[in-house]
């Protein structure tokens, strides 16, 4: 890789997400040399990738150059690469650009969509944890809604124009409600050909209530405004599979459907090469102590939603969200630099700060500690904390930007088709025009 | 195409470039049926994609969306597919969505890059007149410095490190400026280990000056800042091949390279169909009257790019720029409601504003009819032309954001490969993440 070897320890860093970019940020400026390896040169901001997907926010304002964020930093190195498997004995990763020995490693890998192993759903189905697979979205959404133009089979038509978002969790509320708030401001406007009564967007759930993490209040305003914009929420509806044409449940209702979106689970993004006990199977999940180490390993630590941490608030590892990761992320930094002078380890306590979700245009659930609310002010406190989350003062320039436009002017400008989805296949990268 | 049959007369218009959009805003609200065809779902502002390739400017801060555009227009239909042939004796146009009559046709399908049939320079070089090409671009120079990092030989590293562009137009010449400026300001912060001196980028123009079309003093100072920047200017030298590694050329220097990009012409896009008399071969534009008309034809008119108009002060048609396409888009929509009322046509009658080009911070050089100048002044009146052409308001405020923040912090921050080109082989749509 390319990476001089100093008299300072190495921690290598896999990962640029929430935990990584917090851990790296914490070992800055000491004597250390830090590695951090990802398989894309930017950081991405994934709680708006579902702004990206329904043509609200350009896919460059949620993401940020890693090599910018570190690029005043001495001892600092990053490299853009894919890592394939650790080996613990020796203390080296293997990555596509070739082997690195560490004395750290800290695993920050984030998560995948879980597809629960079922291919069919895996093959048809969109997904939207990157942001290419967002535009992929994006460019599919409006492909169908070109292509619903042309035909004049109803049924076609129908399904073309039938969305179906499997998963109740913040991902699927927010984009359930995108997708309504761009039937109703924007699609009519656009394809005034069309009966715009003909799109319908389903969020399908299989328990008894969506937003399953946050407050009961939370779970129903949020139901009660996704209706209100016209989503048909599902509940206690499983979805068993979908062939490209029809989503099956275990149910009576099915629903013929030309864009699925699986929202219904992530799973840990795990690397190969520890030992089996280190994993948690099921979840795909790095089993850590109270400090994040992979035992019994304690030059490996695992953070973010790749890490699980068994404790008594927190049976099955804390929830997969950004605030775990960062918090485990600056503790875990604070950590390696106390056990390199020797001091006492500070096992990890979470500072649960709550949870929102947006549904649309003013309307929005915050779950504070101490305080639940729904509504406009909800809404704006979603968005001050986003704009405040987000890395670089260009970022949130420009996502204000758009925020305020779409917000006056009611609209969604970058609905656009840069790289088809569905004629991906006729696509050649050399003679695009 | 699913187009409704009304009594008014159908105006079809192949292409929402400069002069396709000028045509159908000239058509608005007529007593005509206008159906626009384009195969990308938004308009290119084309000369800002220099800067979408260097990472200056989001790719959606230069896009519009076509649908937007024309969404309060009655009578007015967008169809995204690819316009394959005419059938002029049918009145006919045929495409990849089916075919659809006309009583009058719109050419205005633009350029495309000119490979002057070398079969290599196309297969490895990159050109850039689409966004996606523009984000190919982007994602090489990122990756091959990526890749620089990586190899000790120092050949290979050479070889990634030299940027070669070929042809000293505009394109050409604001590419060379833009790269330069990255060499500046930002390669050397973000590659701390790269020796930067070893980045070259060369400028290679056939002729004895550059920007050819353009005043000598202009050409002379554009140069100067090139040459400041540290671009390698070469002159009276003729690229002959590219086999992905080395570019030969008619003198004694080679130059070994992974990245050539070709900007050493265009040609028209002219649809298949009409007679071979209609067509300049050479060029690959259609050969049109004072009033646009491909002649014999009375209702099939060429407009923008791929019109030839074969003038006194313009022997060869007028230069392949936004101007003449929008001011003959302009008058043929007046042409052709002109000829409904049974009223004279006016013929078409280029006024030249001037041309411009930027090549860095503060350096740009501008023509007026009569005024011609260089330097600070230039460039900002550059800026604001640019800012004005843009569409949209949203596209405006983003893109003046950007300048104002890399202007003050010296920046460029879309350095993202979204879409790796290098890789692109590797890169699988469904399991992107």
Request: glycine share 8%; aromatic share 10%.
């Amino acid at each position: 890789m390319n990476i001089p070897q100093t008299s300072f320890p190495r921690v290598v860093i896999i990962g640029g997400g929430f935990a990584g970019l917090a851990a790296a940020k914490g070992l800055e400026r000491e004597e250390l040399q830090v590695v951090l390896i990802d398989k894309h040169n930017y950081h991405t901001f994934q709680p708006l990738l579902y702004q990206v997907a329904t043509g609200g926010l350009e896919p460059d304002s949620i993401a940020f150059p890693l090599r910018k964020r570190f690029n005043d930093i001495d001892n600092f190195y990053f490299r853009l690469a894919e890592v394939r498997s650790i080996d613990a004995e020796r203390k080296l990763i293997h990555s596509s650009i070739g082997s690195l020995d560490y004395d750290y490693l800290v695993i920050a890998t984030g998560s995948t969509t879980n597809f629960f192993g079922n291919t069919n759903i895996e093959k048809f189905t969109m997904e939207m944890k990157s942001i290419p697979q967002s535009l992929n979205i994006r460019s599919l959404i409006l492909e169908n809604f070109e292509e619903a133009l042309l035909t004049s089979d109803l049924e076609e038509r129908r399904k073309l124009m039938n969305f179906v978002i499997v998963g109740g969790g913040p991902t699927g509320v927010e984009l359930a409600g995108a997708l309504a708030e761009m039937k109703k401001g924007i699609l009519p406007k656009d394809y005034p050909d069309l009966d715009i009564r003909m799109m319908k967007i389903n969020l399908i759930q299989s328990s008894d209530c969506i937003l399953k993490g946050m407050s009961e209040k939370a779970s129903k305003k949020a139901e009660d405004f996704l209706i209100k914009l016209g989503v048909d929420v599902w509940k206690n509806l499983r979805v068993l599979n979908y062939d490209g044409e029809t989503v099956s449940t275990n149910g009576e209702d099915h629903f013929k459907s030309s864009t699925v979106i699986w929202a219904a689970g992530v799973k840990g993004e795990y690397v190969k090469g520890l030992n089996a006990e280190c994993v948690i199977e099921r979840a795909a999940r790095y089993k850590v102590d109270s400090f994040n180490r992979v035992t019994p390993h304690t030059n490996i630590f695992a953070i973010g939603d790749v890490a699980c941490m068994e404790t008594e608030n927190f049976p099955k590892g804390h929830p997969m969200m950004a605030q775990p990761a960062i918090q485990q992320g600056r503790l875990l930094a604070k950590n390696i630099l106390a056990e390199l002078k020797g001091k006492q380890l500070k096992p990890f306590k979470y500072n649960d700060k709550g949870a929102m979700a947006t549904i649309g245009r003013n309307k929005a659930v915050v779950d504070l500690p101490k305080w639940k609310f729904q509504g406009v002010f909800a809404w704006f406190v979603w968005m001050f904390v986003h704009l405040f989350s987000l890395i670089g003062f260009r970022n949130k320039a420009v996502v204000f930007l758009n925020w305020v436009y779409n917000y006056v002017r009611f609209d969604r400008e970058t609905r656009l088709i840069i790289r088809p989805f569905k004629k991906r296949n006729e696509y050649s990268f050399e003679n695009e025009t």
